[in-house]
């Protein structure tokens, strides 16, 4: 919608390290927090008080988790669709979830999805930092409690975890997810 929209501070973090520098920051001057993904589905004031951060973390690291599933951990800063391209370098799941835009840490958010697939299908674990506590949490598939659209990072975890990475199980194996109707067609 092109909004403008003016931020009080703003900040991109590519480490854990990094990340707690700036949200010390914010304690520091008594802002509030606000996690930004790529920016798409935001509509935001036109003055945004306190203090804007962003991921800028696009590592990718993948190894076997035996002869069916290969495990990927992929930064929160790594674009969705680039990372959907590149996810079949590695293994299968994520194809149907193409040309979603965002990136990487806000898929579990709402569970993304697209034609009959759900991102929460592939993921394995979110790995993130919780701000309340100041400690890095590893919040496995069935603790994300995905449902359609939803998951604990929009309910109990809301504005209080910073997603540092995701990791995905991917498929050595590519089987079409074909069950949506256009797509059966």
């Known amino acids: 919608m092109r909004l403008s929209s003016v931020a009080e501070a703003f900040g991109r973090f590519h480490s854990l390290s990094e990340l707690q520098l700036l949200l010390a920051k914010a304690r520091c001057n008594d802002w ?20 804007v951060i962003q991921s800028a973390d696009q590592r990718v690291e993948c190894w076997p988790a035996g002869d069916r599933i290969v495990k990927v951990r992929v930064g929160a800063g790594k674009n969705w669709h680039q990372w959907v391209c590149e996810s079949t370098q590695y293994g299968h799941g994520l194809e149907n979830l193409a040309l979603i835009p965002g990136t990487v840490g806000a898929a579990p958010i709402q569970n993304i999805g697209a034609y009959g697939v759900e991102v929460g299908e592939c993921i394995d674990a979110v790995i993130g930092y919780q701000i309340s506590t100041r400690q890095v949490r590893h919040i496995s598939r069935s603790e994300c409690r995905f449902g359609y659209r939803d998951s604990v990072f929009k309910r109990e975890l809301a504005s209080d975890f910073v997603v540092l990475s995701v990791v995905f199980s991917l498929s050595r194996q590519f089987e079409p997810v074909l069950s949506y109707g256009p797509l059966k067609a």
């Open 32 to 51: 509030p927090v606000t996690v930004l993904g790529g920016g798409s589905n935001v509509l935001l004031n036109r003055r945004l008080g306190g203090l």
